[in-house]
């Protein structure tokens, strides 16, 4: 029976706040969806595409002038008013398609496989625990449990022309790595940053298009405590009589 994640750097909502709300974004001093969810793929993925979106919606903050005609623009919530023409399209992989940035510069986000790291016998961790106030190593009633998480996410970032495509690249680099302290630090995690930056290669889907991946990997720690409830073999009836 599980009663609780444990997650690091969380704090209880202010209780002047009325009903608590749960954003998925990053720069979050006080409360943040990580307490409660965990590091979920969607949240990891949505966090990263609303960084780029904010980068990419201040003119001033693009460093390569080329760019700054390109800004991003959120698109209607009502579809029947059109998608918008101009301007940079930054969206998760599932929303794909080749249509939508005919004629403008794109990225579009893929979250990759996860693989789990074991740190302990049955998964359990005792150490970086801390210590009391009397110096003592600190404890915890129930099962204390860590793995470590690791994966991936690409950006790809495409162009109508190499050129176009490998400005945008630079850009998109630039910003993940410079910033990766952080978003390591807004996302909890203990590991981000760029591990890989393709060639540039055509579009295979959108031969009059360019494309090169961004690929930066992340790690965390996935942390629970169980707690013993009911023995859950105290319900469990066994007759041995033969029928």
């Known amino acids: 029976m599980g009663e609780g994640r444990v997650a ?8 002047e706040s009325g009903t608590v709300q749960i954003p998925t974004l990053v720069d979050l001093d006080e409360w943040s969806s990580l307490c409660s969810t965990g590091h979920t793929p969607n949240i990891v993925t949505g966090a990263i595409l609303r960084f780029l979106q904010e980068h990419f919606a201040d003119p001033d ?3 390569n002038t080329a760019l700054r005609d390109n800004i991003f623009v959120p698109q ?26 005919s004629l ?8 990759n496989g996860m693989q789990t790291q074991r ?10 625990l801390g210590k009391d106030k009397q110096g ?26 190499g050129a176009e495509t490998e400005v945008l690249t630079s850009e998109v680099f630039r910003e993940i790595q410079h910033f990766a302290p952080l978003l390591r630090r807004d996302l909890k995690l203990k590991r981000l940053n760029v591990t890989e930056v393709t060639e540039v290669s055509k579009l295979e889907e959108y031969d009059q298009h360019f494309v090169v991946a961004v690929v930066m990997g992340w790690y965390y720690f996935e942390k629970w405590m169980l707690k013993p409830i009911a023995p859950w073999l105290k319900s469990l ?3 041995l009589r033969a029928s």
């Open 104 to 111: 403008r510069p794109a990225i579009y986000i893929k979250r």
């Open 61 to 63: 903050k693009i460093e």
């Open 237 to 239: 009836a066994i007759d």
């Open 76 to 101: 209607p919530e009502d579809t029947t008013e059109g998608l918008v023409a101009n301007g940079i399209l930054i969206d998760p992989i599932y929303k794909w398609n080749p249509q939508n940035f």
């Open 119 to 128: 740190w302990g016998i049955n998964d359990g961790l005792t150490v970086g």
């Open 136 to 161: 003592q190593l600190k404890t915890y009633e129930g099962e204390y449990h860590t793995v470590g998480v690791m994966g991936s996410h690409t950006l790809f970032c495409i162009g109508r022309e």
């Open 8 to 15: 690091e750097g969380c704090v209880e909502p202010s209780s």
